[in-house]
């Protein structure tokens, strides 16, 4: 899409914005206006609208636009997935809703309650979505019949670009023409010849050809490590055309975890996250962890109480047991649990060691004979987990999550060849988790890690509320537990 068009095509959406949250603040008025409509034309054109209303609504209206803006709706979304722009939607009309309720609260305005804002609200998030996938749509209609097209330069011709090349051929719908790549012969370059790429220029002559060729954008796809100099050169040459440049991300060839694009006094960054980033999904993570626990405490608490007078009358010690273990980024923090044991069990563990029936650092037995009559009801209900609830509440925990190992287990940990397992330890450690809900501590310790791997691999909040609802049922069956 050309330059002047291309600003078109952005002003008229940012206008069409406008109109959309005009309507959905219109929309939210009418079960108040509703109650006590005009009779006739005159009363209609009789409501006064005075200055201070005007220069209010101007300035709702420039906050939502600045708003519609810092969160990217106005960017080029040609590579974006529809779920990241929903997202971006649903992230952006919720900032607008929280500036109007804001707005009515600073003013003390009567009729702007909770629920008008909820209302304009839903009504924006479904406009402004609505009309970004009916514009998607008709985008990747176009452009699957060969209009609204960019010409696509790849620089590199190594592993990389091959697989980058092979997704953007895969989806005509995002309007990216590959007309060749750019780079020094060599024996890599045959292969992407034999997938249809041809090899349009060698580096020496990529200025030139940039100078007489329809360009609109080019992927760098070197090793930045090893061709900084190059890399620098060509994203140079570009920004003096006017051609934009991108970046393959994965610059030291990472498989895991997300990646994003971050500006640190004017420096831009590329941060690549081996756990959960942060952002919304992660405050939301740990809103859900803290109003959860906080209602589970209150709910719990009668139980919470006869458990603490059964443990303080069936055997005598204290009623919680502290223990270290290890949180996030392997911060050690203290996990409270119910007593289940005899008073003197630590001391008595390497006396047990021989007996550890489960593989790797972590030692488990069926039949302690640590464990108090009570203490074993405590476990097989596991009511004697219920006061990790104040772990999570401090923040040490989470609900769903890794479980935290003890020191013991960490230290036991190879050195050699098991880095992928200290993965486990970028994430806040639960009360429950995926290995839990699968089998307890019935699965070997193997089973147990890449479980662990799979939760930081795949997390979302989906998944968090998914773990929760499995192990209610996990815990009523007392499967694996000990």
Not at 104 to 111: A, K
């Given at each position: 899409?050309?330059?002047?068009?291309?600003?078109?095509?952005?002003?008229?959406?940012?206008?069409?914005?406008?109109?959309?949250?005009?309507?959905?603040?219109?929309?939210?008025?009418?079960?108040?206006?509703?109650?006590?409509?005009?009779?006739?034309?005159?009363?209609?054109?009789?409501?006064?609208?005075?200055?201070?209303?005007?220069?209010?609504?101007?300035?709702?209206?420039?906050?939502?636009?600045?708003?519609?803006?810092?969160?990217?709706?106005?960017?080029?979304?040609?590579?974006?997935?529809?779920?990241?722009?929903?997202?971006?939607?649903?992230?952006?009309?919720?900032?607008?809703?929280?500036?109007?309720?804001?707005?009515?609260?600073?003013?003390?305005?009567?009729?702007?309650?909770?629920?008008?804002?909820?209302?304009?609200?839903?009504?924006?998030t479904v406009s402004i979505g609505l009309s970004r996938f009916i514009i998607r749509t008709w985008l990747r209609r176009i452009r699957q019949h060969g209009k609204d097209l960019r010409n696509m330069l790849l620089v590199g011709s190594n592993r990389r670009t091959l697989e980058f090349a092979r997704r953007i051929q895969s989806q005509p719908e995002l309007g990216c023409r590959l007309i060749g790549f750019a780079d020094q012969e060599w024996a890599g370059t045959?292969?992407?010849?034999?997938?249809?790429?041809?090899?349009?220029?060698?580096?020496?002559?990529?200025?030139?050809?940039?100078?007489?060729?329809?360009?609109?954008?080019?992927?760098?796809?070197?090793?930045?490590?090893?061709?900084?100099?190059?890399?620098?050169?060509?994203?140079?040459?570009?920004?003096?055309?006017?051609?934009?440049?991108?970046?393959?991300?994965?610059?030291?060839?990472?498989?895991?975890?997300?990646?994003?694009?971050?500006?640190?006094?004017?420096?831009?960054?590329?941060?690549?996250?081996?756990?959960?980033?942060?952002?919304?999904?992660?405050?939301?993570?740990?809103?859900?962890?803290?109003?959860?626990?906080?209602?589970?405490?209150?709910?719990?608490?009668?139980?919470?109480?006869?458990?603490?007078?059964?443990?303080?009358?069936?055997?005598?010690?204290?009623?919680?047991?502290?223990?270290?273990?290890?949180?996030?980024?392997?911060?050690?923090?203290?996990?409270?649990?119910?007593?289940?044991?005899?008073?003197?069990?630590?001391?008595?563990?390497?006396?047990?060691?021989?007996?550890?029936?489960?593989?790797?650092?972590?030692?488990?037995?069926?039949?302690?004979?640590?464990?108090?009559?009570?203490?074993?009801?405590?476990?097989?209900?596991?009511?004697?987990?219920?006061?990790?609830?104040?772990?999570?509440?401090?923040?040490?925990?989470?609900?769903?999550?890794?479980?935290?190992?003890?020191?013991?287990?960490?230290?036991?940990?190879?050195?050699?060849?098991?880095?992928?397992?200290?993965?486990?330890?970028?994430?806040?450690?639960?009360?429950?988790?995926?290995?839990?809900?699968?089998?307890?501590?019935?699965?070997?310790?193997?089973?147990?890690?890449?479980?662990?791997?799979?939760?930081?691999?795949?997390?979302?909040?989906?998944?968090?509320?998914?773990?929760?609802?499995?192990?209610?049922?996990?815990?009523?069956?007392?499967?694996?537990?000990?």
């Amino acid at each position: 899409m050309g330059t002047m068009r291309g600003q078109i095509v952005s002003n008229t959406t940012k206008l069409f914005d406008l109109f959309l949250l005009i309507c959905s603040f219109t929309a939210a008025t009418q079960p108040y206006l509703g109650a006590a409509p005009p009779r006739s034309l005159a009363q209609f054109l009789s409501i006064r609208i005075t200055l201070g209303d005007f220069v209010i609504f101007a300035s709702l209206l420039l906050f939502w636009h600045l708003t519609l803006a810092l969160h990217g709706l106005y960017r080029s979304k040609r590579l974006a997935s529809r779920r990241g722009e929903a997202l971006d939607v649903f992230r952006a009309t919720t900032v607008c809703a929280l500036v109007l309720a804001l707005a009515s609260s600073i003013l003390n305005n009567q009729w702007m309650t909770s629920r008008f804002v909820l209302l304009f609200w839903a009504c924006s998030t479904v406009s402004i979505g609505l009309s970004r996938f009916i514009i998607r749509t008709w985008l990747r209609r176009i452009r699957q019949h060969g209009k609204d097209l960019r010409n696509m330069l790849l620089v590199g011709s190594n592993r990389r670009t091959l697989e980058f090349a092979r997704r953007i051929q895969s989806q005509p719908e995002l309007g990216c023409r590959l007309i060749g790549f750019a780079d020094q012969e060599w024996a890599g370059t045959a292969e992407l010849q034999n997938h249809g790429l041809s090899r349009l220029c060698d580096l020496d002559g990529l200025r030139i050809f940039l100078r007489r060729s329809v360009v609109d954008e080019v992927v760098l796809t070197v090793p930045l490590r090893s061709f900084h100099d190059l890399a620098s050169s060509v994203a140079t040459m570009c920004q003096e055309q006017g051609i934009m440049v991108r970046v393959l991300p994965d610059l030291f060839d990472l498989k895991q975890g997300p990646v994003q694009t971050e500006e640190f006094h004017g420096a831009p960054l590329i941060t690549h996250s081996g756990g959960i980033a942060d952002g919304w999904p992660s405050a939301m993570k740990r809103a859900l962890d803290f109003t959860l626990s906080l209602v589970l405490l209150i709910a719990l608490a009668p139980l919470l109480i006869v458990a603490m007078i059964l443990i303080r009358l069936s055997s005598p010690g204290p009623i919680f047991f502290v223990q270290k273990r290890v949180g996030l980024n392997k911060r050690v923090f203290g996990i409270f649990k119910f007593r289940t044991m005899v008073m003197d069990a630590e001391s008595k563990l390497g006396e047990l060691e021989h007996l550890n029936e489960v593989s790797g650092p972590v030692f488990k037995i069926k039949n302690d004979p640590r464990i108090t009559a009570f203490g074993k009801l405590l476990r097989k209900t596991s009511i004697d987990e219920l006061p990790q609830l104040f772990n999570v509440l401090r923040g040490d925990m989470s609900l769903v999550g890794p479980r935290p190992l003890q020191l013991r287990d960490y230290e036991l940990f190879t050195e050699d060849g098991e880095d992928w397992q200290r993965c486990r330890f970028s994430v806040r450690p639960g009360i429950t988790c995926l290995w839990q809900v699968s089998g307890r501590s019935s699965l070997p310790f193997h089973k147990w890690m890449e479980l662990d791997l799979q939760y930081v691999r795949n997390w979302s909040l989906w998944l968090d509320l998914q773990i929760l609802a499995k192990t209610i049922p996990a815990v009523l069956r007392g499967s694996g537990a000990a």
